[in-house]
């Protein structure tokens, strides 16, 4: 008894799907996919109403990690392994310089802070951040080394309103 062609088209599909991965032709490859509680947000409360200025301090347990701190308002860290750079070169005017680097052009215009304290004070959302008001807001923290790149899959968040 033969198999039905559409069955072979299936299964074939289905094995490619699966072999994807684990050639390294994809960006799960090395990931980890393990719960990492060392950190523990503890300013705001997730979910809670806040008002400005708005802090997001956090406690490490064990070994501080070599390197720092990159919180991001309302914006998506980079990927496992890429840099700060890889985000600021998405805007024409930053691409290839340091300017864009610089701490004060990162949270303004970016919502990005490096720090390697364990709390970040903003004053305002960056200048392309959504509307504030009852919006949901975000912040999401990220180990990086001394050069800009990220460390590690690690990432913590916590999701907040900003009272009007």
Known sequence: ????PGARRLLCALLLAALVPLSGCSRLSGLQFRQDDRLQIQ????LSTVRFPIEVSWQLTGTPPPGRYAVFFDRY???PGESLRDIVDTQPNCRGTDECLQPAYLGAVFGIHVTTETSVTIE????????????????TIVLIDDAGYRVGESVWYVSFQVAS
Not at 1 to 4: L, R, V
């Open 1 to 4: 008894m033969t198999a039905h």
């Open 43 to 46: 300013a705001p409360a997730n």
């Open 77 to 79: 860290p980079m990927a």
């Open 124 to 139: 305002r959302f960056p200048s392309d951040a959504p509307a504030t008001g009852d919006s949901g807001h975000y912040a």
